[in-house]
């Protein structure tokens, strides 16, 4: 199973952008991406095999990132 995560961008440089969730920080390529969507620090991108696939609105970030967390804390009850 593939899952494409929403990261925050901490570093653009060139066509690579550097971005992070809860600690985790990755490069990402943002050569998938129009030019139309343009991203600098401090946007939300999804991430998904090491490329910037659709800029997000933070609002819809934020909550993605939410209900992930979620879903980790009830997976870590189950056990």
């Known amino acids: 199973m593939c899952l ?6 901490t ?5 690579v952008a550097t ?3 809860d600690g ?4 990402a390529s943002l050569m998938m991406l129009h030019e139309a ?5 401090g946007d939300y ?4 095999a090491g490329f910037c696939i659709e800029k997000l609105d933070q609002a ?7 209900l992930f967390r ?3 804390e009830a997976e870590a009850t189950w056990e």
């Open 4 to 9: 494409a995560v929403p990261m925050k961008v």
């Open 11 to 15: 570093k653009v440089e060139d066509e």
């Open 19 to 21: 971005c992070e969730m």
């Open 24 to 27: 985790v920080v990755k490069t």
């Open 37 to 41: 969507e343009a991203v600098s620090e």
């Open 45 to 48: 991108v999804l991430v998904h």
């Open 60 to 66: 819809d970030a934020e909550e993605t990132l939410r």
């Open 70 to 72: 979620e879903l980790a």
